[in-house]
């Protein structure tokens, strides 16, 4: 249940987002903490598709991220992304959502 909820909200974000250029914006937002903590995160959607990325560096170095677009196109919404943790752990994903 809880993906085809996130499923249909994405999909209603891309379908907004196609609608117009002129509708298009983009989001960030930044955290500094401690002994060079940090968090980042960005959100961009215009011309019928949507990409995003966030970072987090820990207190001692250690640094996760994740970066990712999606578009719809022919009754399609495409998601893709690569995510990076500690020590260079890497992982991608992609999926399709239909209308």
């Known amino acids: 249940m809880p993906r085809f909820v996130v499923a249909s909200a994405l999909a209603a974000v891309l379908s907004l987002a196609a609608d117009s250029d002129a509708a298009a914006w983009t989001r960030s937002v930044s955290a500094h903490g401690p002994r060079g903590a940090s968090y ?3 959100m961009s959607c215009g011309g019928g598709g949507c990409s995003w990325s966030r970072s ?3 207190p001692h170095g250690a640094a996760w991220s ?3 677009s999606a578009s719809c196109g022919g009754g399609a919404c ?3 992304g690569r ?3 500690p020590h260079g752990y890497a992982y991608g994903y992609s999926r399709s959502v239909y209308r």
Do not use: I, L
Request: a positive charge; proline letters at 0%.
């Open 56 to 58: 987090v560096r820990g």
């Open 40 to 42: 980042g995160r960005t």
């Open 78 to 80: 495409n998601v893709s």
């Open 83 to 85: 995510g990076v943790g």
């Open 66 to 68: 994740r970066s990712g």
